[in-house]
């Protein structure tokens, strides 16, 4: 798959809540850098979690983005049509013998973990790694809960150094050496769903021919993750830019700590002009 000649960026929420003010800084901050760019915003669902993704809330977000003055290209990618897409991605990871099913519970991971991983959760000591493929097998068959992991290491091994290209909005350019080997074997199918978030963004990224990612420093480190299934599935690179977040004190803005939505800023009476100047955005093009 080849990248366009033209600038393609994509602004991707998950609908599992109301927008705030956080999504709203990531949102103008894309649509800034496209304007930018002479390029073009698509809106993509990250709704893999079929059960906290709602349709209302699918609503929602396409309802606050029109409210800031954004518009975007029609279709919407909605993740949760895609499950045969990321299916085909693990074949080939599975194919190259980097794949790998962990039966470990969150808890036998937490007091095995001698380490923590760039989110801050308890790094995988690789237990399951080392079982035999009979003992994979035998587990399998006996219907035991698991996830897919990446054996980091021979991914590492086979691909060699990897880079990440970053941009920034006033024109620099610069390129730092990816560390994938900070995540371990991270999990590339979840339990309850059968994709993981690191592995369907990097094949919708590849199929809408993305070539520009703006996103938040909270997934600065998930990026290496990413240039490494990237390289393994012989995807384009993306350049990449992270922007700073919108704190509530020392926590970011967040929907599980109940942060105040675009929707109680309206109906309090807010204006769509008061959220882009309140967040650096008075003026921005809209396509």
């Given at each position: 798959?080849?990248?366009?000649?033209?600038?393609?960026?994509?602004?991707?929420?998950?609908?599992?809540?109301?927008?705030?003010?956080?999504?709203?800084?990531?949102?103008?901050?894309?649509?800034?850098?496209?304007?930018?760019?002479?390029?073009?915003?698509?809106?993509?669902?990250?709704?893999?979690?079929?059960?906290?993704?709602?349709?209302?809330?699918?609503?929602?977000?396409?309802?606050?983005?029109?409210?800031?003055?954004?518009?975007?290209p029609e279709p919407v990618?909605?993740?949760?049509?895609?499950?045969?897409?990321?299916?085909?991605?693990?074949d080939c990871l599975g194919?190259?013998?980097?794949?790998?099913?962990?039966?470990?519970?969150?808890?036998?991971?937490?007091?095995?973990?001698?380490?923590?991983?760039?989110?801050?959760?308890?790094?995988?000591?690789?237990?399951?790694?080392?079982?035999?493929?009979?003992?994979?097998?035998?587990?399998?068959?006996?219907?035991?809960?698991?996830?897919?992991?990446?054996?980091?290491?021979?991914?590492?091994?086979?691909?060699?150094?990897?880079?990440?290209?970053?941009?920034?909005?006033?024109?620099?350019?610069?390129?730092?050496?990816?560390?994938?080997?900070?995540?371990?074997?991270?999990?590339?199918?979840?339990?309850?769903?059968?994709?993981?978030?690191?592995?369907?963004?990097?094949?919708?990224?590849?199929?809408?021919?993305?070539?520009?990612?703006?996103?938040?420093?909270?997934?600065?480190?998930?990026?290496?993750?990413?240039?490494?299934?990237?390289?393994?599935?012989?995807?384009?690179?993306?350049?990449?830019?992270?922007?700073?977040?919108?704190?509530?004190?020392?926590?970011?803005?967040?929907?599980?700590?109940?942060?105040?939505?675009?929707?109680?800023?309206?109906?309090?009476?807010?204006?769509?002009?008061?959220?882009?100047?309140?967040?650096?955005?008075?003026?921005?093009?809209?396509?």
């Amino acid at each position: 798959m080849t990248m366009s000649m033209s600038p393609i960026l994509r602004f991707a929420p998950s609908p599992n809540g109301r927008l705030h003010l956080g999504h709203a800084y990531s949102a103008l901050f894309t649509w800034r850098a496209a304007e930018i760019l002479g390029g073009t915003v698509l809106l993509r669902m990250e709704d893999i979690d079929q059960v906290r993704c709602k349709p209302e809330f699918d609503l929602g977000v396409r309802e606050d983005l029109a409210w800031l003055g954004l518009t975007w290209p029609e279709p919407v990618l909605r993740q949760s049509q895609r499950f045969p897409a990321y299916a085909q991605a693990c074949d080939c990871l599975g194919a190259m013998d980097l794949l790998y099913p962990c039966f470990c519970t969150r808890k036998l991971i937490a007091e095995r973990a001698s380490a923590t991983d760039p989110d801050g959760a308890p790094l995988y000591p690789g237990t399951c790694r080392h079982l035999s493929r009979a003992e994979r097998k035998a587990r399998l068959a006996s219907g035991l809960a698991h996830q897919w992991r990446v054996d980091n290491a021979r991914a590492r091994a086979m691909t060699g150094p990897i880079t990440v290209s970053q941009f920034s909005l006033e024109g620099t350019m610069t390129e730092r050496p990816a560390e994938p080997e900070k995540w371990g074997d991270a999990v590339i199918v979840r339990k309850d769903t059968p994709t993981s978030y690191h592995l369907s963004v990097v094949v919708d990224d590849a199929f809408q021919n993305v070539t520009h990612i703006t996103r938040g420093m909270d997934l600065y480190h998930a990026t290496d993750l990413h240039r490494l299934l990237q390289v393994l599935l012989a995807f384009p690179a993306p350049l990449y830019c992270h922007h700073d977040l919108i704190r509530d004190g020392d926590e970011k803005l967040a929907k599980s700590r109940g942060a105040e939505s675009l929707r109680d800023l309206r109906e309090a009476g807010l204006t769509a002009q008061d959220v882009r100047r309140r967040l650096g955005f008075a003026r921005i093009s809209s396509g």
